[in-house]
């Protein structure tokens, strides 16, 4: 007796299973007809069917192969995705991909994810079946995140950049460049010192990025023997932002984290870099400015509710060392405020900017991906006005960078005066507000030099504000 032979196998494309479903859409034929048609089995045709809106996303993707009949999903997907990711770009900016490059950007990527991988040959032929990707003749495949050149014209800031919808309010951030007179005083009176502030936040207010500070070329003294893994701020001796590198590192933390972003960010700033790094998880949506002073990628009230709380801290910080050198003015105060101070204070006043505040500004100026409920009462975020100083002056002074015209450079500051004290040896007299001012001096250079976390500081500068505040009494 001979057996039938095994019937073989029929597997469709992903054209034809394409077909098989426009023929079950526009038309009245059964499952069993499509599969006599296509010479398929109906369970073939009935799981087309049940996978057909992953067919169609495939298949409106751009980048699978369509002739292909099987699809095997990669043991290291992230990698796959964020490799395709990078192919996107390096295509969009006509580079010479070539296979080695692949093989060492992936690897790179596997590294930075913390994935034990070491990418082969065959990998990478494979890579490139999955994802429709392939050397010499081959036609331009569509990014998925494509180049957006600078805007023609003034962008409006009402109806945001119709891609911000592709990301969730957590994925969409902001970026200002903020110039600082650090140690300017009501009036003008007296050096104010320049340096340039780096503020960054998502769009719901719940992530605040590192705050970067950049001040003089030289390093200052008072940076002497700091360990800057303790500092809650980065310093960089420039006063230019160093963008590629913000950048390349901003990228690499959110692949950390497996998450693809948008960063809206000023034209101007992609215009002056000489070389963008290549981002594989952050995409950069440019926006026109208005003003050469700051970057509208982060609402200007988030930027002015970073300077008044800057200002409030700074008042009552110069008020403290009036009280200790009696005579002295707030111009004499301030002259012996450090690069080392003001990032400290640009650090405590960043984080006392409400995500409230963040999220409703967000909205406000169009700048968020969706419509999300406004903070009733943004004034109450606000701190209060400081003694000696009406409303408007007060104002006057928090936009005080834009009164002054943007000249030299910030020069080196000459620190505090070292006072000496104490008693007779043996002797403990009664602490003065000198020796507390001293003491919260000396504890913060501690903190400095023994690697703290971030958490003590916020933790120490409510002490030191709530100390100041007693010396003035």
């Known amino acids: 007796m001979e057996l039938s032979s095994k019937k073989k196998l029929h597997a469709l494309s992903l054209a034809e299973k394409i077909q098989v479903l426009e ?10 007809e499509v599969a006599r048609r296509f010479q398929v089995s109906q369970p073939q045709i009935s799981r087309i069917c049940k996978n057909k809106e992953k067919l169609l996303a495939d298949w409106c993707s751009g980048t699978a192969n369509r002739e292909r009949k099987r699809k095997r999903e990669s043991k290291y997907s992230g990698i796959d995705e964020a490799l395709l990711c990078w192919y996107h770009i390096a295509r969009a900016k006509a580079w010479d991909v070539t296979g080695p490059m692949l093989l060492h950007k992936a690897k790179e990527l596997a590294d930075i994810m913390g994935q034990e991988f070491v990418p082969s040959i065959g990998w990478l032929v494979r890579w490139k079946r999955r994802n429709n990707v392939g050397f010499g003749a081959r036609h331009v495949l569509a990014p998925p995140f494509p180049p957006e050149p600078p805007p023609p014209g003034p962008m409006s800031r009402a109806q945001p950049p119709l891609s ?4 969730s309010p957590e994925d969409v951030f902001g970026c200002a460049e903020v110039p600082l007179l650090y140690r300017a005083v009501p009036g003008g009176a007296g050096a104010s010192g320049r340096v340039r502030v780096l503020l960054c936040a998502n769009s719901r207010g719940t992530e605040k990025r590192r705050v970067l500070v950049s001040g003089p070329r030289t390093a200052p003294r008072c940076f002497f023997g700091v360990s800057s893994e303790a500092l809650p701020a980065s310093y960089h001796p420039d006063l230019g932002i160093p963008w590629s590198e913000w950048l390349a590192q901003f990228d690499r933390d959110m692949g950390q984290q497996g998450r693809q972003v948008t960063l809206l960010l000023a034209a101007r700033v992609l215009e002056a870099l000489a070389s963008l790094p290549g981002l594989c998880h952050v995409r950069l949506l440019p926006l026109a400015t208005a003003a050469a002073g700051s970057t509208p990628g982060l609402p200007s009230s988030v930027v002015r509710a970073f300077k008044t709380h800057y200002r409030h801290r700074l008042l009552g910080k110069l008020a403290a060392v009036q009280s200790r050198r009696a005579g002295a003015s707030l111009a004499e105060a301030g002259a012996g405020i450090t690069v080392l101070d003001a990032l400290h204070l640009a650090a405590a006043a960043w984080a006392k900017v409400p995500p409230q505040l963040i999220v409703s500004s967000f909205i406000r100026e169009g700048l968020a991906p969706c419509k999300l409920p406004l903070s009733p009462d943004e004034a ?3 701190p209060p006005v400081p003694s000696g100083l ?3 002056e007060f104002a006057r002074f928090v936009d005080l960078e834009g009164e002054e015209p943007t000249s030299g450079a ?7 005066e070292d006072e000496e004290g104490g008693g007779e040896e043996g002797f403990q007299p009664l602490p003065t507000k000198a020796d507390a001012l001293r003491a919260l001096g000396t504890l913060r250079r501690w903190l400095e030099c023994n690697s703290t976390s971030p958490e003590l500081f916020e933790k120490f500068y409510a002490c030191e504000e709530e100390v100041e505040r007693l010396c003035c009494l």
């Open 410 to 416: 910030c020069k080196e500051e000459t620190g505090a």
């Open 380 to 382: 109450s975020e606000m």
């Open 390 to 392: 009406s409303l408007q």
């Open 23 to 32: 023929l079950l859409d526009e038309s009245k034929m059964s499952q069993s």
């Open 164 to 167: 911000l919808k592709d990301f």
